[in-house]
Structures are given as C-alpha cells and as structure tokens.
C-alpha cells in the first residue's frame, strides 16, 4: 500500500515538472497594420486620418504610443488620376486635406 501511494505520488511529481517550463511563444513578426475609412465626398483629414500601427504579439504589453509608425510612405492611388502622398500630422495618422474621396472602389 505504501510502495502504491509513493509510486502515485512520484508519478504526479513527474508529470507536474514536465510543465514547469518556459511556455512558447509565438515569434513576433512585426507587421505593420493600415487602418482608415475613405468617405465619398469627404478629405482624409485630421478627423478620419490612415492610421499606422506595428502589430505586436498578443502576449505582451501594448503600447500606442511605440506602436504608432513615424515617417511612412503612405500613397494613395486614385482610379485615373496621379497618386496623393499623404502627409504625417502626428505620429501614426496620415492626411491629405486636399485629397476628396470620389468612390470607395476607385482608390487602391
């Protein structure tokens, strides 16, 4: 009986320090993320600006502030006219007050 509960309690000890790791992670990659809304009609101004951001792995911290990507190139390319570089007005959001959206499926 007591040779049975020791062989059951090495056993669980066995089991439990296999867990006891380092637990994986995914790599993080780095990516980068474009986020914004083009109206019909409208600017890309201040108030609906593109938005650049560094995705990070789920896991960890999130910071807006170090997430947002500074001095990107960021191109708009109107169906049949020349393409609109949009310009930083703060770190991560991109504008172009001059540009006026004239359809959601003519800009690539």
């Given at each position: 009986?007591?040779?049975?509960?020791?062989?059951?309690?090495?056993?669980?000890?066995?089991?439990?320090?296999?867990?006891?790791?380092?637990?994986?992670?995914?790599?993080?990659?780095?990516?980068?993320a474009v986020f914004g809304y083009l109206y019909v009609g409208e600017t890309i101004d201040t108030t609906n600006a593109?938005?650049?951001?560094?995705?990070?792995?789920?896991?960890?911290?999130?910071?807006?502030?170090?997430?947002?990507?500074?001095?990107?190139?960021?191109?708009?390319?109107?169906?049949?006219?020349?393409?609109?570089?949009?310009?930083?007005?703060?770190?991560?959001?991109?504008?172009?007050?001059?540009?006026?959206?004239?359809?959601?499926?003519?800009?690539?």
């Amino acid at each position: 009986m007591l040779r049975r509960r020791l062989n059951s309690a090495a056993l669980l000890l066995a089991l439990l320090g296999l867990g006891c790791g380092e637990p994986s992670r995914p790599d993080g990659v780095g990516e980068i993320a474009v986020f914004g809304y083009l109206y019909v009609g409208e600017t890309i101004d201040t108030t609906n600006a593109i938005v650049v951001r560094r995705v990070g792995p789920a896991d960890r911290y999130y910071d807006r502030g170090q997430a947002e990507v500074s001095g990107a190139l960021v191109v708009l390319k109107p169906f049949g006219a020349p393409p609109e570089t949009l310009t930083m007005f703060r770190p991560g959001h991109y504008v172009a007050p001059d540009l006026v959206s004239a359809a959601s499926s003519a800009m690539t």
